[in-house]
């Protein structure tokens, strides 16, 4: 039986900026966002001061498909899961039929 697998970077990475409101300051992390980046999170903080603080992490977007055999699916499924790079995630596992 033959698998493939999506999957996909798990680093990520940190951006912040600084504005007078949080949607200004979203939209200075938004421009900051690479090409073939995701924006995963933002978190705004107001220190004293009065000023936002924009923090955000982003991922890699780019996935990869890989394959894997074994007689069965369960043997599949699992060599698949041993072809993962460190810090990659599988996303899904689909049998090739």
């Not at 933002?42 to 890699?60: C, K, L, Q, S």
């Not at 699916?73 to 699992?78: K, L, V």
Request: charged share 25%; hydrophobic share 45%; no cysteine.
């Amino acid at each position: 039986m033959k698998v493939r697998g999506l999957i996909q970077s798990s680093t990520t990475q940190e951006l912040t900026a600084e504005a007078d409101d949080a949607g200004s300051a979203r939209a200075l992390i938004e421009a900051q966002v690479p090409d073939g980046f995701d924006l995963l999170q933002v978190h705004n903080a107001m220190p004293r001061g009065g000023r936002v603080i924009a923090t955000a992490i982003i991922r890699e977007s780019a996935v990869q498909e890989i394959e894997a055999e074994g007689p069965d699916y369960a043997s599949a499924r699992d060599a698949l899961r041993a072809k993962v790079p460190a810090e990659h995630l599988l996303l899904s596992i689909v049998v090739d039929a």
